[in-house]
């Protein structure tokens, strides 16, 4: 499709899966020219996250071949349109899941992009003229001024990137539920999973001056979260005894797990009127039993990434705070072994592919 569509003259040098087998391989594809309202970037690094995984693999059934995944983007704008105010050449910036969006809805129009019911992502996407869109993967991206934000000053590029997307989705429903900087109100807060998510968010929920609890299935995490991510508890979710010396002890939890579970015991862990917010997207129906629902009076939501102002706000509170991922740099020959490794969970916390460090063969520039 966006071989044929017009004004995509821009050949662009990435890394594409053509079947479910997900196998990743170098390929050239098109870009549309540079409009009016775009930003052309030279992108530096991309992180890789488990929905990239998913796409690759066609595991949702809704995955558009070639795919050239990535939607945690950093790097350098080498072209803006004449419409564009917000930046210049040689701005650091970062583009994360959203690529359009209908701008008329009251969503849109509250800057929260990310629910309008026309949103089209920066991959796996159609964009507006019929395109398919292609993410990170890649050497250059053009985008709308909208979907882009400013990376602040003092933070690396490399170890940013991934906020784009597992930053903005661990930010927002902290912000949702007035988390943010409340240093006087400190709040008991739980993180269920300690991976590119959860592991953030333990970082927001210590700059924010809240007490954070780890919950997880692996004891062995205990040391890392306490002494390096500065975790004030841990809680290993398949100690019975552990689970009932906490029940009632927090004020809020993220759910960051996409592995099956269910919400039963970790609701017991909620205070009255406590709430449950869901991040992670297991496949299946997750367990949601009635009685701790109703004995608790607590609440179960769900969130996805968070709208573009939001987005902007969250870099700059990284950048006040220095927070960035924990990251495994990896070179572009290495991404299939680093999808291997993602679908194991044998990484901490976040791959990140050097794309501009290692340039590909002429014959693909
Ligand atoms: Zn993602
Ligand atoms: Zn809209």
Redesign the pocket.
Same mark, same amino acid.
């Given at each position: 499709m966006a071989q044929t569509t017009p004004n995509h003259t821009q050949n662009v040098s990435g890394w594409a899966a053509h079947d479910s087998s997900g196998k990743m391989t170098p390929y050239v594809f098109k870009r549309r020219e540079n409009g009016v309202n775009d930003v052309t970037i030279k992108v530096l690094y991309c992180g890789m &996250?488990?929905?990239?995984l998913h796409h690759v693999r066609n595991d949702w059934g809704i995955t558009m071949y070639p795919c050239v995944p990535g939607?945690?983007i950093t790097g350098i704008i080498t072209k803006v349109g004449k419409d564009v105010t917000r930046f210049k050449e040689g701005d650091k910036v970062g583009v994360g &899941?959203l690529a359009a969006s209908c701008l008329e809805c009251e969503f849109c129009k509250n800057s929260e992009e990310n629910y309008c019911d026309q949103i089209q992502f920066t991959y796996n996407g159609i964009f507006w003229d019929g395109s398919i869109t292609y993410g990170g993967y890649s050497k250059m991206l053009v985008a709308d001024q909208r979907y882009v934000v400013r990376v602040p000053e003092g933070l690396p590029m490399d170890a940013a990137a991934p906020l784009l997307?597992?930053g903005i989705?661990v930010y927002s429903p902290m912000k949702d539920s007035n988390l943010l900087e409340s240093s006087e109100n400190p709040k008991k807060i739980g993180i269920i999973g300690l991976g590119g998510l959860g592991h953030v968010a333990v970082k927001f929920g210590k700059a924010f001056g809240h007490h954070v609890t780890i919950i997880s299935t692996s004891p062995s995490k205990e040391t890392e979260a306490r002494q390096r991510l500065g975790a004030d508890d841990f809680i290993v979710s398949t100690d019975p005894k552990q689970m009932k010396e906490k029940r009632r002890s927090l004020d809020y939890i993220l759910d960051t797990v996409s592995a099956y579970h269910s919400l039963g015991p970790y609701l017991e862990l909620l205070k009255v009127q406590g709430t449950l917010h869901i991040v992670g997207a297991p496949d299946k129906p997750m367990g949601l039993p009635s009685f701790p629902l109703i004995f608790g009076k607590r609440t179960v939501k769900g969130s996805m990434t968070g709208g573009m102002i939001e987005t902007q706000e969250m870099m700059d509170m990284c950048g006040k705070h220095n927070i960035t991922c924990d990251i495994e740099m990896v070179t572009p020959d290495k991404i299939n072994e680093a999808l291997q490794r993602l679908a194991n969970n044998d990484v901490r916390y976040r791959f990140v592919i050097d794309i501009a460090g290692e340039e590909v063969g002429s014959n693909l520039s």
């Open positions: &996250c488990h929905t990239d939607h945690e &899941c997307c597992a989705t």
